[in-house]
């Protein structure tokens, strides 16, 4: 992305059709919900995800909520158990999301679930958000289109005034109805809220005919990245390593010679966009101690620094 002026997109078929064409070139486009504007990226291009972080200045890798048409798409991609089943026909289109068992061949980033086996998705109810994954025909990761840590935006003036010149387009829908983010419920197991949001807890209940983990509960973690080590490979991981020994394996960036790196030409983005494929594949190799070259702590890196410190933290 340049620093060139965000469009401003007319919500109209012309309109739709050029934010979707973005989208396939992996570019970024904010754009309305019921709940708040979110910040779209084809959820399967692993760059295309990596500049929503950039753009954000989001300080870690958190997973990702995605956003699809309707249920039909959603059980392309996810593996609907019956409590599942329940509160997608009950709120969607609505402002709940759920998490899923993901399909073991669905074409999704693995920055947008954070290398985890599931994924965050919802249908939206509202009808600009609607006839945009219409025209795109797949899975767009969103996090609200905000700077990172700042309020979350319900108008299109809202979105240009945080990322002016940092994303591509931005599609008018007028204010958001509901102006909070989505209810988020975990269906791995025994349903448990995740984050409060537009749909109340009450009628989480209500629908399922019990009570659910509440986030306040200790045993139920508010995210997957509450746990340190959760994102770790197999391998011991040592971190700002000029150079590896002799047996370790070196994931490098950089100019340097490495079996794995994360981008040889000292890209933030290219790295980032990298990082949770070569955690997977030193755990495909076999890696049991793995050295990792120096990682810039500004930007991305940040975000990559913050998921190798967990690689690399002590584990039970």
Known sequence: MTNA???KIEPN???FAQAAQIWRGGGLVAFGTETVYGLGADAGNDTAVAQIYAAK???SFNPLIVHLADQKNVAEYCEFNDDARALADAFWPGALTLVLPLRPQARVSKLVTAGLDTLAVRVPDHAIAQALLRQFGGPIAAPSANPSG????TTPEHVMAGLNGKIDAVVDGGPCGVGVESTIISCVGAPAMLRAGGIPVEAISACLGRQIAMPDDPDTPMSPGQLASHYAPKGRVRLN???AAPHEVLLGFGAVD???NLSPAGDLTEAAARLFDCLHQLDAMGAKDIAVSPIPDHGLGRA???RLRRAAAPRD
């Open 304 to 306: 990559i620094n913050d």
């Open 258 to 260: 490495a079996p794995l």
């Open 150 to 153: 700042r309020i979350s935006p």
């Open 13 to 15: 078929a012309q309109g």
């Open 57 to 59: 200045g989001r300080p």
């Open 241 to 243: 390593a000029d150079q």
């Open 5 to 7: 002026s965000t469009l």
